[in-house]
Every structure is written in structure tokens, then in C-alpha cells.
């Protein structure tokens, strides 16, 4: 998954050379979900000429995603959606009988914002085991809780919606999100250098590519241990600061 990966970036950059002008960029930020979108504006806002890439397209009504076309492999994940005989959905193995397989629940947003135009705004702080987890891995102590916390204190005072607004959750979805989804997490994770499973460094370089860097949630050494949007939110906001301090040193 990994090889495929950064084949694609890379190709996608060479597509990008004879598809767009790159003259006078300075930063090319692929995907403007919750770790390049905030990416790529605190880039600009400070003065920087960024191209924001969202190659999204029509996902269509179903949210459910099959790995695998044998049903009774994909029937094994404990993730698999069912639709059963009297409307419902289960999830899980030991559907009822008569039920139709669906898939995994696997939402694609494809459009600007990626999956933040479709996680309803869910914004759950994480565990600060997740981040001192890092910290100790890469033996940066920016990473600490403590040092993360600043990120979360910038978001806090959004109010897009007016108070008491009621929103559009249902018992079924309280029932369903509990339950999870797929995603890439942790398929290009932060570590050390002596760590032949670790992609990135601290500072989010792809090892040995020169000044790529990966920003969203491939790059959690771990499975975060709450929903995963505001983690990669905070980390994007860490990127910038990264790659400004960096600019400032130069």
C-alpha cells in the first residue's frame, strides 16, 4: 500500500507538470481534507504562493466500500454492512438471515474539505497518550500533549452554527459511527530513523525523498485512540509551523 502510495504522489506530480503551469509556487499541497486544507491557508496566509490540489469526483449514494469481490472473505471483517429484511442496517458478523451485504462503511467525500464536508463536524479531543505516544517515539518533544493543546485552543471559538441548533443525528447513526469505517490510517507513519517501518520523520519528510512530506492521518504511528479528524487538524497546524520555522532559519 505504502509503494503504491507515493507512486501515485509521484505521478501525480508529473501529471501536474504538463497539466498546470507551476511557475511561482511555492508549496504544493495534494488533498484539502483536514490536514491539507489548514496546510495549505496557514501557507498562504503567511504570504506564500500555494497551489491547493482536490481531484475529487461524483462518489455516488453508496457509502459502503467491498475489498474484496468474494463475499465470504469480506463477510470476516467485523466492519461489514448489512441490510436486513426489515429495512435496518447491522454491522458486524451474524447478520439476519435473509440480510444483503453492503460492505464496509466507507464515506468519500470527494469535494473541497474532504472528509470534513461529511463527518458532521464530529470534533473530539484526543487522548493525550496519542501524542506523548509520538513524542516518545521520535524523541521530539514537540509533540508532548502539553505543546499539542495550543493547536486544539485555536479551534474552539468556531461557532458556524447559532446555539441550540438541532442537528441531523439519528439513533441509527449513533448506533453506526461507534462501530467504525475504513480508512488509510497509519500506512506512511512518523518514527525513527532506525525504524524500517517508519516513512516519515518527526517533521513529517518522506525518508530519503527530498522535500516531500505527508500530512493527514497515514501518518499516526498508531490508530488514534478517538475519532481522527481533529488529530489530523492539530497536525496540520504542527506542518505549518514546522515548514515556516524552517523557511525562518534559512
Not at 501515485?8 to 511555492?26: C, E, F, P, Q
Not at 493525550?128 to 479551534?155: C, H, I, P, Q
Not at 530513523?193 to 500530512?215: G, N, Q, T
Request: glycine share 12%; proline share 6%; charged share 20%.
Amino acid at each position: 500500500m505504502l509503494i503504491n502510495r507515493l507512486f501515485g504522489i509521484l505521478t501525480l506530480s508529473v501529471i501536474l507538470t504538463y497539466a498546470i503551469d507551476l511557475k511561482g509556487y511555492k508549496y504544493i499541497v495534494v488533498g484539502s481534507g483536514a490536514g491539507g486544507g489548514p496546510l495549505a491557508a496557514r501557507l498562504a496566509l503567511a504570504g506564500h504562493k500555494t497551489l491547493l490540489l482536490e481531484a475529487g469526483n461524483d462518489q455516488g449514494h453508496n457509502l459502503n466500500y467491498s475489498h474484496y469481490p468474494d463475499e465470504a472473505r469480506q463477510a470476516r471483517n467485523l466492519n461489514t454492512v448489512y441490510g436486513t429484511p426489515d429495512g435496518r442496517q447491522h454491522i458486524g458478523i451474524d447478520p439476519p438471515p435473509g440480510s444483503n451485504i453492503k460492505g464496509i462503511l466507507y464515506p468519500r467525500a470527494g469535494t473541497l474539505g474532504g472528509c470534513t464536508a461529511h463527518n458532521v463536524l464530529v470534533a473530539i479531543y484526543p487522548y493525550r497518550s496519542d501524542f506523548d505516544y509520538m513524542a516518545e517515539l521520535t524523541g521530539d518533544s514537540s509533540w508532548r500533549a502539553e505543546n499539542m493543546l495550543k493547536y486544539f485552543v485555536g479551534l474552539e471559538k468556531n461557532g458556524y452554527l447559532p446555539p441550540g441548533k438541532r442537528g441531523y443525528t439519528t439513533v441509527e447513526s449513533v448506533h453506526q459511527i461507534p462501530h467504525g469505517g475504513d480508512h488509510a490510517m497509519c500506512t506512511c507513519p512518523i518514527g525513527t530513523d532506525d525504524d524500517p517501518m517508519a516513512v516519515l520523520d518527526s517533521k513529517f519528510l518522506v525518508r530519503e525523498v527530498h522535500r516531500l512530506r505527508v500530512v493527514d492521518g497515514s501518518a499516526l504511528p498508531r490508530i488514534s485512540g478517538t475519532f481522527p479528524v481533529l488529530s489530523i487538524r492539530m497536525m496540520a497546524e504542527k506542518a505549518a509551523d514546522v515548514i515556516l520555522s524552517e523557511i525562518g532559519t534559512n
